[in-house]
T-cell receptor, first 112, second 109 residues
Framework: ETGVTQTPRHLVMGMTNKKSLKCEQH?????MYWYKQSAKKPLELMFV???????ENNSVPSRFSPECPNSSHLFLHLHTLQPEDSALYLC???????????FGPGTRLTVL | RKEVEQDPGPFNVPEGATVAFNCTYS??????FFWYRQDCRKEPKLLMS???SGNEDGRFTAQLNRASQYISLLIRDSKLSDSATYLC??????????FGSGTRLQVQP
């Protein structure tokens, strides 16, 4: 399936690096999401973009910075991450907020 | 009380069995509900939406009980391929949603 793609699929970075995760959806959806999934924890919603409005989870540290240049593309900019940020980062899209979501394959991030 | 709660399991059932999972939610104003399945080290995939009147898709039946604030997923005639983690998600605000932590199902031959 190529509805929602994410790159890179795997990323190893040091705590001083800056990197970006990319997500692209080919479904014509108007809402896009970033989630964090850590081992043995539920999916944690980090950010939502819907019709150019951004909603963020207040518990997400400022070292994570989203960008949504248009309705098809979503980025997550990473800087000065911590080892506890190591997790699977999932992107999803839906027709509008609250509708069925379709997920990308995720980026498995390791912070050394 | 957590916003969304699921029994983590695992539920170990033999092939052909019927198994049911519940997902409870705390916000009575919650609007929409969904079930997803997630295979090990893969992304969640939509299984079905949950409608107020209940809905069925083949061997899967989803129901909503607003009075008791839970949704359920029933799987009939379990297959080995049904082994996965089942996640519920609750939409409970204009821009608020919460995933449950998931219930693990293991179907055994």
């Amino acid at each position: 399936e190529t509805g929602v793609t994410q790159t890179p699929r795997h990323l190893v970075m040091g705590m001083t690096n800056k990197k970006s995760l990319k997500c692209e959806q080919h479904l014509g959806h108007n809402a896009m999401y970033w989630y964090k999934q850590s081992a043995k924890k539920p999916l944690e919603l980090m950010f939502v973009y819907s019709l150019e409005e951004r909603v963020e989870n207040n518990s997400v540290p400022s070292r994570f910075s989203p960008e949504c240049p248009n309705s098809s593309h979503l980025f997550l900019h990473l800087h000065t991450l911590q080892p506890e940020d190591s997790a699977l980062y999932l992107c999803a899209s839906s027709q509008e907020f609250g509708r069925e979501q379709f997920f990308g394959p995720g980026t498995r991030l390791t912070v050394l | 009380r957590k916003e969304v709660e699921q029994d983590p399991g695992p539920f170990n059932v033999p092939e052909g069995a019927t198994v049911a999972f519940n997902c409870t939610y705390s916000n009575s104003a919650s609007q929409s509900f969904f079930w997803y399945r997630q295979d090990c080290r893969k992304e969640p995939k939509l299984l079905m939406s949950v409608y107020s009147s209940g809905n069925e898709d083949g061997r899967f039946t989803a129901q909503l009980n607003r009075a008791s604030q839970y949704i359920s997923l029933l799987i009939r005639d379990s297959k080995l391929s049904d082994s996965a983690t089942y996640l519920c998600v609750v939409i409970h605000g204009r821009r608020a949603l919460t995933f449950g932590s998931g219930t693990r199902l293991q179907v055994q031959p």
